[in-house]
């Protein structure tokens, strides 16, 4: 009898949290009591540990940074653990959705169309109600039902296949698309630092495979995403190291733990037919592909009407590399180019630059300080393109790693860089000349 008023109470109190507590729109404003009070509002999970969190200052930006190993060092069980990590979890997808997820998704595609990097956003939001399908290239297809079957077929601890791929043409981007959908049935995860130990590398794999799974049989095998390594013998020596901690680890060899794939860029642009372990992504769209980028342009012009023709990396993979469009382009934009002008000086620097050095990239603050722009601790919120003027369609904004993480400036695709470091060596010339 008293364990039922027990019951009742928890759940009445509950109810009244649910009802009198007004928690702020993102997690990221709440407070250690708003925190204290979600968790109270979940029915699966014990008061007591919304005690826990609070005594250790647990607020909305700890939240979303809690992993579940840290949060059952605090004295909470591992089943709340992850009920509290999934709920937050999906109360953050929700939010997105339901306040400012629209924008936020128009902003995304727009970096992305424009020739940014694809984010894992991207993805999500391409599932969403009313949103077009992410656009799956021919290629993804045979990953998912050739390639992963016949290396899973394989009696072997570590595997490996390989996307190479043209820049611009979408290497990365169908790499990460793999990943993505099979998020569920892989642990999937991406090598950041290609400067790091290979030995500690195969340790963190093996880890993460063997990561709480002493009770799930069979455990999933890691899908892991190797990009832009300009070296295939350092994957193979990144293999080997996961195949040698696995023995020391006694994990199985009779089936793929560990699958390694291996994004690279391609040395030669002529196309080639994908093999067992190997596929190839080029300058050319088929005619399928054709048309999902022809439905996908409809989309974007839709939405985006007018700015729409400033989606270069989009338009240069659809009108496959034509050397009048990106010329084209170029020539417009640099038209009445002035040396003299500091936005000019830049873009010239940037795009020299590229031409020598793959993906070259220069910092936010540095093209701030040069082009006379208030420099902010808080990178995220400067606009330095707009200091680019009628350049700024030419450069995204990137995050670049080195020793630290930092905002950077690039050009948005390798071969406009390359015609715009001829034009503007030409104007420049002409400017300086004149």
Known sequence: MAETRAVEEVQNNRREISHSTELPAEIKDWDKEHVRDWILTLTDVDNENAKILYEQ?????????????????????????KLIIHHRDELKANQ?????????????????????????????????????????????????????????????????????????????????????????????????NKDVDYEDVAKQVVNLLTYETVEQQPRLSVLLLIDDFEDSDAVSNIQQHIEKECQKKNVSAKSPQVILLNCMRADSWEQTEATYDTVFIGNKLSDKEQILFEKKLEEIEKIYQKNAETFYGFMILKKDFAPEYIQGV???????????????????????????????????????????????????????EDGFGKFSTLVTRCTAESSVEFQAIRVIHSRKGKTDAGHSQYVGEKTLLT
């Open 57 to 81: 200052d647990i607020n909305g930006p700890s939240l979303l940074l809690l992993e579940i190993s840290e949060i059952k060092d605090i004295g909470i069980k591992l089943g709340p653990a």
């Open 330 to 384: 170029v020539k417009n934009t640099l038209k009445g180019f002035n040396f003299k002008k500091k936005d000019a000086q830049l873009i010239a620097v940037l795009v020299l630059l590229n031409c020598y050095c793959k993906s070259a990239k220069m910092s936010v603050s540095i093209c701030e300080e040069f082009l006379g722009l208030p420099t902010r601790p808080d990178s995220t919120s400067c606009k330095v």
């Open 96 to 192: 997105l959705k339901n306040s400012g997820g629209n924008e936020d998704k128009l902003q995304l595609e727009e970096t992305f169309y424009k020739g940014g990097k694809v984010s894992w956003w991207n993805f999500f939001f391409s599932e969403q109600p009313g949103s077009m399908p992410f656009i799956k290239r021919d290629k993804f297809e045979y990953i998912i039902d050739t390639i992963i079957p016949d290396m899973c077929s394989l009696r072997q601890a570590c595997v490996r296949f390989n996307i190479f791929h043209i820049p611009g043409c979408g290497g990365t981007t169908l790499a990460m698309h793999v990943l993505w959908t099979l998020k569920e049935k892989f642990r999937c995860a991406i090598l950041k």
